[in-house]
Each structure stands twice: as structure tokens, then as C-alpha cells.
């Protein structure tokens, strides 16, 4: 927190406070730095020896540093973590592949994008398309030889994957179930206003993946990142926009955000602006924690867009680049104090914020089934697993059935940030057709309670970062847990759940009621006591527990809370009432008071 030092002084001098790129007798300092930050100083504005390193037929991966600066360009080299053990004893180079996603601001793509995105996925990603808690699509198993023509199919279909990953400003997010038309259009609107704006300028993504030329600006020493420099930021950076009652986007989650204010007519009068939050930590380091964001201020709508880029340009400046465990915006914000963070802004965009106006969120989960909203259409959420998009043997035909739905409907589809799917803007005499395709193809309108608030990240096999299961865990353990909940006549209650197979907390583990974070094979780190909107963090309530063990200690609790609950209390709630977890404050008070407390 501030100590009261002015800000001037206290500032970590990383990179000039200034729009230009820094020079190279500043770069000279690099030494101090992160590793990253060379490899950014270094890379020509993200060229690297990307081009070059596409061309080498032995190995089906890149170079260490390349690795780093392909995440810019929207993707991760990654390898079959089933395969290493038989691959290692035949002595094989490991099975790589790439994870490419896309930066589909909003998460709204037409029809016919829908058609190019599902044959890209046919053809080199093994037949699935994944819907992320980015409110994006990523593919898997696309192999090395196959990205140039990948990307190209995406550029065909007016989309990209710049700046999806790596340390500058990531997909925007914003509230997609448009029963508040009005509101929600304003919502991804400004979500795809602020993306364009804060998109790198480099040429680099073109040049390499579409055989572009270097264009003019692209040559050492001249400029050709006026916001980010060439050093662009300390860390990822994601911003989300959310429209209230519902909190789908887990605005809390977010370094910045944006929460509607609406008039009565449901028309978007100005913004809440939400800074310093954040999901990752790691393991066994209390310095590092996740964080739910602060309410810093208003601004209004004109306004939006350069509050994004002052806060953006402020941890450009203030965020540390010589540990990347404490790089992100939460950190700054903890380092400096919400004070004089919220100066430094205001100073950047020329004029105070106003002060926060009221606002409510009941929930952070989306709405299944049948809805319609003010402006006479309707909009079809699909409940989809793990936002796995694919054709399941004996069971949901997604692929091919969204694929179907495509082909006739007339208005777009949208992804939501819990994975799942909204086939919008459906006129009403279209119902009952679109509702036959999703019979014929056995997809599913809903789920039970606990699944319809669950998300799981990827983890194993691709990700390697995954200590343990995820994806491939969570459905398995939610079987044990309704039929735990049906015991006790809890079958229907709404309680939220997510796991991740690392703390990078890519599945918003710490702000879901009940939280599973991957410690090791078949161990998981259980989280209990967050608020079912999502602004409250869970606590640590049990650490290395088995599935079985999460299980039985969670039964116990559910039988508790069957009895003793009372009308409207959500689960979180309730066991902090009855003394079972301490609740948890904010940024440190993360790791403090943990355990069960009874």
C-alpha cells in the first residue's frame, strides 16, 4: 500500500513515462530486467526469428524466445504431455503442437464466420473448437507446418489472433445475453472500440503469417508502437465490460473493467470503472495472490476509451519489469495505493473521474434455454462442457449441429466468458426451427445447477503449465457432488465451481464457491467461501485433497447447509455465517486465516 511518498518519487523507472519506445541506451539497462524483457527489446517489434524458424522441418517447434513472442501473435507452442513417456523412451522429440486463439472482441461472430471457423477446425485441429473463459475460440493440435495456412483461413473470415496472449491488452470481454438490448449493444460496442485502440501497430503478425511486406515504420529505430513502446507492458493485461444485474464477465476478475450505469430505459448513461484485479499466484509464494478489482470511479461514455488507455499506459510505466510474479496491475495498485493510482490516471486523461454510481449483480452465471429480450428477439444459450465444441461419440453432435445452425440462421452467434454458446438475435417466427436442429443433434439447453455454474480450464494434456487434471476431471467429480447435493434436497441450488490444473487461475478458480486448484496428480488445493456474484475471493479451506477427499469434506457441508441456510443464502455466504471459513479480504488477506475454521 502507499506509504504517502509522492508518486514521482516512488515510481519504478522501467520504461520512459512517455508514449515513445524506449532507446537503446535505455534498452542497455536490460540487464536488470525480467528475461522477457529482453527478448521484447530484442525482437524487432515481435519479429524475432519467427519466419525463420517456421522454415526448420527437423523439429516441430521453435526457439525458446520465439516461443515467448509467438504468445503476441495469438498462440503457445505446446506438446501431448500423454505422449512424453512413450515419446522419451523411443527418444522422439516430443509431439508439438500450437494453441492458436483468436481476439474476437465482445464474443459475437456471424454466420458465416461460424462456417470458416468450424472448417479451420475440421481440418487442422482435430475436429473441435474450444470456447474459452476469454469469450473466445482457441484451437488445439494445429501443427507447425499448418499455421501459415490456419491463419490465413482466419484472416479470410475477417478475424485475427494479434494480441489474444502475451504482455499487452488481451481479448476485451463484455456482457453477451442481450436481454438488455440497448445496454448490451453499448457493451460490445465499447469492447470492440477499446480493443482496436489498444491493438499493437507492428506489422509483424502479417508480414510473418500472411507473407506480408515490412511495411514502412517497421525498420529498427523508428516507431511503430506509440502507446506500448518496445517493450509493450510488464504483463497480459485483459479488460471486461459488464452490464448489471448479471456479472457473467467476472468484471472483479479483471485489471479493468467497466460496469454499465443505466437509465430507465435501459439506455448506457456512463461507466463504473473497476482496476487492480487478478486471478494467478503461485504455489507456496504469499507475496503472489489473486485479487478482486476496486471501484476507482465514473466516467462517461465519451470517456471510456481514453480512461482504457490512461489506465493501460500508468502500469505500462509503474509495473514492475524485474519480477513477472508481481507484475501485474493488482500489484502496482497494492505497491502505489488505489490513491494515487486513480491521480496518476486522472492526470493522464485530463480530467477527474466522478464517483462510483450504485449498482447490483446477483450472479456471475449465464441464462440457459429460451430468452428474449426488449427488442423483440431471441437468443438461445447452449449449455456446452468445458466450452468444448465438437462431435461426442454417443452423445452431443456441437459441431456439426452449430455447423447446421449456421447455415440457415440470420442472426449471430455469441460466446459467453463461462464457455458456453448464445445463438442471438433469432427472429421469433425462426424459434421453432432452430430449436429442431437442437433436438436433432442432441444439444443441451441446460444442465443441472451445479454444471450450469461450473468451468474447468484445459490443464492436461496441452497446457504446460497443468499440475494436474482439469477439463478431463471436473465432470467426473461433479457426478459425486450432485448426487451429494441431491441427498441432502439441494439438487437445484445454484452454487458455483470451477477448477484449473495450476493457480494461473485461467477457470477464475478463487472467486468460485467452491474452487479446485491442481497442486499435483489427483491433488487439488480446495477454495471455499466466495461470493456466488463474484466480488468476494474464496478462502483456502483445505489444501492437497483427492477427489475423493474433496467429496467427503464437502458433504458434511452440504448437509450443514440444507438445514441451517437461510431463504436467498447462497452457499458461500453461509459458510462464512457458520464460522466453517474466514472471509476473505483483499490482495494479502488472501492467504491469511486459512483453514477450516470448525
Known amino acids: 500500500m502507499t506509504d504517502g511518498t509522492p508518486t514521482a518519487t516512488k515510481r519504478v523507472y522501467e520504461t520512459p513515462p512517455t508514449t515513445r519506445p524506449i532507446t537503446d541506451a535505455e534498452a542497455a539497462r536490460a540487464e536488470k530486467l525480467a528475461a522477457n524483457e529482453h527478448i521484447k527489446i530484442a525482437s524487432g517489434y515481435l519479429r524475432g526469428t519467427l519466419a525463420d524458424g517456421l522454415l526448420k522441418h527437423a523439429t516441430g517447434a521453435i526457439s525458446e524466445d520465439d516461443g515467448q513472442l509467438v504468445k503476441f501473435h495469438g498462440m503457445y507452442l505446446q506438446d501431448d504431455r500423454d505422449l512424453r ?11 508439438y503442437s500450437f494453441m492458436i486463439r483468436l481476439r474476437i472482441a465482445g464474443g459475437v ?14 481440418t487442422y485441429a482435430g475436429g473441435a473448437l474450444r470456447a474459452t473463459t476469454r469469450q473466445t475460440f482457441q484451437y488445439h493440435g494445429v501443427i507447425k507446418s499448418n499455421l501459415k495456412r490456419t491463419m490465413a483461413a482466419i484472416d479470410a473470415a475477417l478475424l485475427d489472433t494479434i494480441a489474444a496472449c502475451g504482455d499487452v491488452n488481451r481479448n476485451v470481454m463484455a456482457a453477451t445475453n442481450p436481454a438488455q438490448a440497448k445496454a448490451h449493444q453499448a457493451a460490445i460496442g465499447l469492447a470492440k472500440t477499446i480493443s482496436d485502440s489498444l491493438l499493437p501497430k507492428t506489422s509483424a503478425w502479417r508480414e510473418i503469417w500472411l507473407d506480408g511486406e515490412r511495411v514502412v515504420g517497421g525498420e529498427e529505430g523508428l516507431e511503430v508502437e506509440p502507446i506500448y513502446g518496445r517493450t509493450y507492458l510488464p504483463r497480459k493485461f485483459k479488460i471486461v465490460v459488464a452490464v448489471p444485474p448479471s456479472n457473467e464477465v467476472d468484471i472483479f476478475a479483471h485489471d479493468l473493467g467497466f460496469i454499465a450505469i443505466l437509465d430507465e430505459g435501459n439506455a448506457v448513461t456512463g461507466w463504473n470503472v473497476t482496476v487492480g484485479g487478478g486471478m494467478g499466484m503461485t504455489h507456496g509464494e504469499p507475496d503472489t495472490f489473486p485479487r478482486t478489482a476496486d471501484v476507482m470511479g465514473f466516467c462517461l461514455p465519451e470517456d471510456a476509451v481514453k480512461v482504457a488507455e490512461a489506465v493501460m499506459t500508468v502500469q505500462r510505466d509503474w ?42 449483480f446477483t450472479n456471475n452465471g449465464d441464462r440457459f434455454g429460451w430468452t428474449a429480450g426488449d427488442d423483440g428477439r431471441h437468443h438461445l444459450t447452449l449449455y456446452v462442457p468445458s466450452g468444448r465444441i465438437k462431435d461426442y461419440e454417443d452423445g452431443p453432435q456441437f459441431l456439426a449441429g452449430l455447423r447446421r445452425i449456421a447455415e440457415e440462421h440470420e442472426g449471430d452467434f455469441r460466446l459467453t466468458a463461462n464457455q458456453n454458446v448464445i445463438i442471438a438475435n433469432v427472429p421469433e417466427a425462426r424459434r421453432a426451427a432452430i430449436e429442431a436442429i437442437v433436438d436433432e443433434y442432441g444439444m443441451t439447453k441446460g444442465a443441472g445447477a451445479l454444471r450450469r455454474n461450473s468451468i474447468a480450464c484445459v490443464a492436461m494434456p496441452t497446457c504446460g503449465l497443468a499440475l494436474a487434471e482439469s477439463e478431463r476431471f471436473l465432470p467426473g467429480l461433479m457426478d ?8 441432502h434436497g439441494l439438487a437445484e441450488e445454484e452454487i458455483t465451481i470451477r477448477s484449473t490444473g495450476c493457480p494461473n487461475g485461467c477457470a477464475r478458480p478463487f472467486i468460485a464457491e467452491i474452487g479446485l486448484v491442481g497442486r499435483g496428480p489427483e491433488r487439488y488445493h480446495l477454495y471455499l467461501g466466495a461470493a456466488f456474484d463474484g466480488s468476494r475471493l474464496g478462502k483456502l479451506y ?13 458433504d458434511p457441508l452440504f448437509a450443514e447447509f440444507a438445514k441451517g441456510k437461510q431463504a436467498g443464502e447462497h452457499f458461500g455466504d453461509y459458510l462464512i455465517r457458520a464460522g466453517h471459513v474466514a472471509k476473505t479480504g483483499n490482495g494479502p488477506d488472501f492467504h491469511a486465516h486459512i483453514g477450516a475454521l470448525k
Open 542 to 554: 483445505r489444501e492437497d485433497a483427492s477427489p475423493a477427499e474433496v467429496v467427503s469434506t464437502l
Open 109 to 122: 461472430v456471424t454466420p458465416k464466420q461460424w462456417l470458416v471457423l468450424d472448417d479451420i477446425a475440421r
Open 319 to 360: 509495473g514492475n519489469r524485474k519480477n513477472r510474479k508481481n507484475a501485474r496491475l493488482k500489484y502496482t495498485i497494492e505497491r502505489y495505493g488505489l490513491d494515487a493510482f486513480r491521480a496518476e490516471v486522472e492526470a493522464r486523461l485530463g480530467k477527474p473521474l466522478g464517483a462510483p454510481k450504485p449498482y447490483t
Open 480 to 487: 459425486d457432488l450432485e448426487a451429494s447435493l441431491a441427498k
Open 85 to 95: 513417456p512413450e515419446r522419451t523412451k523411443k527418444k522422439l522429440d516430443k509431439a
